[in-house]
C-alpha cells in the first residue's frame, strides 16, 4: 500500500480508502449480510487501508455503525472521515449530528469531518462556525467539504480552509478536470474521488447498457428515459460502453483487471490524494488496495485519457453525475 499526505495535516493516509455506503444495503447496492461487512472492513485493514469514509446519509447511520462494530479495539490503526446531511446545516444541527456519528462509530473523535452537500438555504458562515467549535472541543480533527464547486468552495475559502473536496471523478466521469480540480491544486486543497468505478460500471460485470439494473443506471450516461433518472438528458450510453470495451483492452494487454487500472489511473492524477471506493467483499478490498502499488508508464495514463474523451466531452462540464444542468447540485 502506498501512503499519502493528507493536505494541511501530518497524517498519512491509504492512497486507496474504503467506501462505506454499500455497507448500509439499499436500492442501489442490495442487501448487505453485517458479518461479510466485517469481514470486508478487515480484509480492507490487513491490506494495509487505514482510511475509511461513511456518512450519516448511509443507511440512516447503519453504515457508521458497522464500521464502528468491525474496528473497535483498532481505532488507533485508521482515519475515520464521515459526513453530515445536507438538512443539518445549521450550527445546533451540526454539534448533534456529529455528535451521533461519534457514538455509532465509537469513537471519541472524527479525523475528517465533512459537509456532504453545500445546503444554500443556510450561510456558509453559521456552519462553519459549527464545524469550527467541533475542532475545538477536540470532537473532530479537521474539516473538509464534499461535492463543492468552483463557487462554493471559492465561498467557504473566505472562512477557513478545508483540508479536502470530495468529488466524484474517474475515467468515466472527468467533469471536474474543466474548473474544480485546478482549484483545488492551486489552493493545495486534497481531492478525493468517489465513484471512481462510476457505479461499478468498470467493474466488467455489464457488458450492454440494458443489463445495468435501474438502481444504478441513474446517473447522466444513461438515458432520461430510463426508470429512476431525474437529469433529464439524452445520455451517451454508446460513448459510455464504446470506452469500457476499449478500457478493457487495455487492461488485457497490461495483464491488469479493469478494476485496478481505473483506481491507478487515478492515481496519476496531479491534485488527486485518495481514490475512495466502495467495497462489500473481502476480495474486493485486497483487489482495490493492490491499484496502489500499479504505477502506469505515461503512455497508458494518456492512451485512457483518449479513449475517455468521447465520454468527458459529451457530458461537459457539468459535475454532478445525477442532475442535469439546469438543477445540478454544484455550483
Not at 53 to 61: F, H, I, P, S
Not at 313 to 318: Q, R, S, V
Request: net charge neutral; proline share 5%; glycine share 8%.
Amino acid at each position: 500500500m502506498r501512503y499519502v499526505n493528507l493536505p494541511g495535516t501530518d497524517w498519512n493516509v491509504s492512497a486507496v480508502a474504503m467506501g462505506c455506503w454499500a455497507l448500509a444495503g439499499d436500492q442501489t447496492w442490495g442487501p448487505q449480510d453485517e458479518a461479510e461487512s466485517i469481514a470486508t472492513i478487515h480484509a480492507a485493514l490487513d491490506a494495509g487501508i487505514n482510511f475509511f469514509d461513511t456518512a450519516e446519509l448511509y443507511g440512516a447511520g447503519l453504515a457508521e455503525e458497522v464500521l464502528g462494530k468491525a474496528l473497535r479495539g483498532q481505532r488507533e490503526k485508521v482515519f475515520f472521515a464521515s459526513k453530515f446531511n445536507w438538512e443539518n446545516a445549521r450550527y445546533d444541527k451540526v454539534i448533534s449530528a456529529c455528535e451521533a456519528s461519534l457514538r455509532r462509530l465509537r469513537t471519541d473523535v472524527i479525523d475528517l469531518y465533512q459537509i456532504h452537500w453545500a445546503n444554500w438555504d443556510v450561510p456558509f458562515e453559521e456552519t462553519w462556525s459549527a464545524l469550527e467549535e467541533l475542532k475545538r472541543q477536540g470532537k473532530i480533527r479537521a474539516i473538509g467539504v464534499c461535492n463543492f464547486g468552483v463557487q462554493d468552495l471559492t465561498a467557504i475559502l473566505r472562512l477557513g480552509k478545508p483540508v479536502t473536496n470530495q468529488l466524484p471523478y474517474g475515467l468515466l466521469f472527468r467533469a471536474i478536470e474543466y474548473d474544480i480540480l485546478p482549484l483545488c491544486r492551486a489552493k493545495n486543497i486534497g481531492v478525493l474521488c468517489y465513484s471512481p468505478l462510476t457505479i461499478g460500471l468498470l467493474t466488467g460485470k455489464y457488458r450492454t447498457p440494458d443489463e445495468v439494473p435501474p438502481g444504478r443506471a441513474r446517473t447522466r450516461h444513461f438515458s432520461s428515459t430510463r426508470p429512476l433518472t431525474r437529469h433529464g438528458e439524452p445520455g451517451c450510453e454508446a460513448e459510455t460502453f464504446a470506452a469500457i470495451h476499449q478500457i478493457e483492452e487495455v487492461a488485457k494487454q497490461l495483464g491488469v483487471t479493469v478494476v485496478r487500472l481505473a483506481l491507478a489511473w487515478l492515481l496519476a492524477q496531479p491534485g488527486v490524494t485518495s481514490v475512495i471506493n466502495g467495497m462489500r467483499r473481502p476480495h474486493q478490498a485486497r483487489e482495490n488496495a493492490a491499484a496502489a502499488d500499479l504505477a502506469l508508464p505515461t503512455e497508458v495514463v494518456e492512451q485512457l485519457r483518449r479513449i475517455t474523451d468521447p465520454v468527458k466531452e459529451k457530458l461537459g462540464p457539468n459535475p454532478d453525475m445525477w442532475e442535469g444542468s439546469a438543477r445540478s447540485r454544484f455550483r
